[in-house]
């Protein structure tokens, strides 16, 4: 008998990084699992490594049609569903003088607008004292350079968090947040140039008191904290970052 033997979740942004772990330990557990992503061979690797129980759905969170597609396909394999993991974002590196229109149109659009209306759009389909777990980030209480308009997106998340929280208390739904610091994902790697990724990562590690980065693994599990094992916790944002905010 698995942990999540009989349960089913849905995970925005569940193709790659601790989104796509967050299904692996879900799947492993016994659960079925609908994951989504904007690039069909990324999603069709992630569907081939997870099995059966895994549903992957092109989908792309900054889009309404998309989500309210996405809706409808929740309901017709699960009916009803016990987590969603709102977990689809974006990072853009650039200082503030630099930072054009459509990269902070973008990085709102997938961050902040993206979440909250998967989370209108599911809400009615998840089960009384099912979770939700929404992706914040430590940048959202820290000045860090280059990533100001990413921050900034991630502190309405936090926000939101709270708000949906309060309103969804009445369908005994709780609404938390899992905010990553540093996590060995590769997003620097790709995002970055080779030499500008090392520098970024080794003064990172250098400002966080646990000296790592920590791993998708320890990211998805408090993410499953949340969606099933917090049943007195609602609003509130989980932080692991290796104690790099807190300390």
Do not use: C, W
């Amino acid at each position: 008998m698995g942990k999540y033997d009989g349960t089913t979740a849905v995970i925005t942004g569940g193709s790659s990084g601790f989104g796509f772990t967050t299904a692996k330990l879900l799947v492993d557990g016994g659960a079925r699992v609908l994951i989504t992503g904007r690039t069909r061979a990324t999603l069709d690797a992630a569907k081939e490594k997870l099995g059966d129980n895994a549903i992957a759905v092109r989908s792309d969170a900054a889009a309404l049609p998309d989500i309210d597609a996405l809706a409808d396909v929740v309901k017709a394999e699960f009916g009803t569903i016990d987590a969603l993991f709102a977990n689809a974002g974006v990072t853009r590196f650039a200082p503030f003088e630099a930072v054009p229109e459509e990269t902070y149109d973008e990085l709102f659009a997938i961050n902040a607008k993206g979440p909250y209306f998967t989370v209108q759009k599911l809400a009615p389909l998840v089960k009384p004292g099912g979770g939700i777990v929404l992706t914040t980030s430590v940048a959202n209480t820290k000045g860090i350079p280059m990533i100001s308009a990413y921050a900034a997106s991630k502190a309405a998340v936090r926000s939101m968090t709270r708000g949906l929280a309060r309103e969804l208390l009445p369908r005994e739904i709780r609404v938390n947040a899992v905010s990553p610091g540093p996590i060995d994902t590769g997003i620097l790697d790709r995002s970055m140039p080779a030499e500008a990724a090392a520098r970024t990562k080794a003064q990172m590690k250098a400002d966080i008191p646990m000296e790592r980065f920590g791993t998708p693994e320890e990211v998805a599990k408090a993410v499953l904290y949340l969606a099933f094992d917090a049943t007195y916790t609602t609003g509130t944002e989980l932080i692991v970052d290796g104690g790099g905010s807190q300390l």
